[in-house]
């Protein structure tokens, strides 16, 4: 991949992926988190299914193909959106939840060598050091630790850490080590959904019993979600992932806070700090860094 491919593809990725914190936010007060979820995913699986249909391709291939992009699907779709909306219910600001999120890339640097065998170079840590710098900057001057809503906020999104980092490590394993046969990524993206799908469907009837306001600006955002992030982003995402270290992508993650909280002043007029701003200089330093080449030293 040319460096000018990789920004223009990483710069989307980053714009969409955190449109949905704002979008999540926009649409909560219509719906729970389970619900909003499970709505999401069932419009987007039979999107996609309809995709595959016109285009004459079956449905369905087989357990051993289906199942780890399933399991994938469930952690970087169902657990990572379900416990940001759940942060976001507790009126944890959307600038919180992706500084909380933002952790992801310490904890995948320091396992991606454990389970893919990618070496992590001296600038791809400093860069992942300064980046959580950064991150931790912006944290201490935004929450509340005397507040328990706010601490129990910020502990909601550290599922949400995990099922995305053990989401990325299988994937990226999976291209590395080829376990299994590589799906095109229009079928990737249905297995995911369908299993996001069927994991959310019990606990949106029975803990909130489907209820939804289908007001316009629910409809809205809900059309946004589905083709600008779950689309869009994710899509953007997992070709990075197939092209670059987990390192690398995953330092992309630490950008999310300060375009958050940037997107969330222009939306909702959420202040912004000169924490914040320092933050972010901090951060894009740190990026920098962890997209270093891997470098004798």
């Given at each position: 991949m040319t460096k000018k491919k990789a920004f223009v593809l990483s710069v989307g990725f980053v714009v969409l992926w955190n449109s949905g914190f704002i979008g999540a936010e926009y649409g909560l007060p219509y719906t729970g988190p389970f619900t909003f979820v499970f709505w999401r995913y069932l419009a987007l699986s039979f999107l996609l299914a309809g995709y595959l249909l016109i285009r004459k391709r079956p449905l369905w291939i087989s357990w051993k193909v289906a199942a780890p992009n399933m399991m994938i699907g469930v952690l970087a779709h169902g657990v990572w959106l379900t416990c940001v909306l759940f942060a976001l219910d507790n009126e944890v600001p959307a600038g919180i939840v992706a500084l909380v999120v933002a952790l992801q890339p310490l904890a995948t640097g320091a396992l991606s060598g454990y389970v893919t065998g990618e070496r992590t170079n001296i600038?791809?840590?400093?860069?992942?050091?300064?980046?959580?710098?950064?991150v931790f900057l912006t944290l201490v001057f935004r929450i509340d630790f005397s507040s328990y809503q706010s601490v129990f906020g910020y502990l909601i999104p550290l599922v949400s850490v995990v099922g995305?980092?053990?989401?990325?490590?299988?994937?990226?394993?999976?291209?590395?080590?080829?376990?299994?046969?590589?799906?095109?990524?229009?079928?990737?993206?249905?297995?995911?959904?369908?299993?996001?799908?069927?994991a959310l469907a019990l606990p949106a009837i029975f803990f909130e019993q489907l209820t939804t306001e289908w007001e316009p600006v629910f409809i809205y955002t809900l059309t946004w979600l589905i083709l600008a992030v779950s689309f869009g982003a994710y899509a953007l995402m997992w070709l990075l992932i197939e092209r670059m270290e987990t390192t690398q992508v995953a330092s992309l993650f630490y950008l999310g806070p300060p375009v958050t909280m940037l997107m969330a002043w222009m939306a909702f007029g959420d202040t912004l700090l000169l924490t914040d701003l320092t933050g972010l200089f901090i951060v894009f330093i740190g990026v920098l860094l962890t997209q270093a080449k891997n470098r004798k030293l």
């Open positions: 600038y791809q840590w400093a860069g992942l050091v300064l980046g959580f710098t950064g995305i980092t053990v989401a990325s490590l299988i994937q990226r394993r999976m291209e590395i080590y080829r376990v299994t046969e590589k799906l095109p990524l229009d079928y990737t993206l249905f297995y995911q959904s369908v299993a996001t799908t069927a």
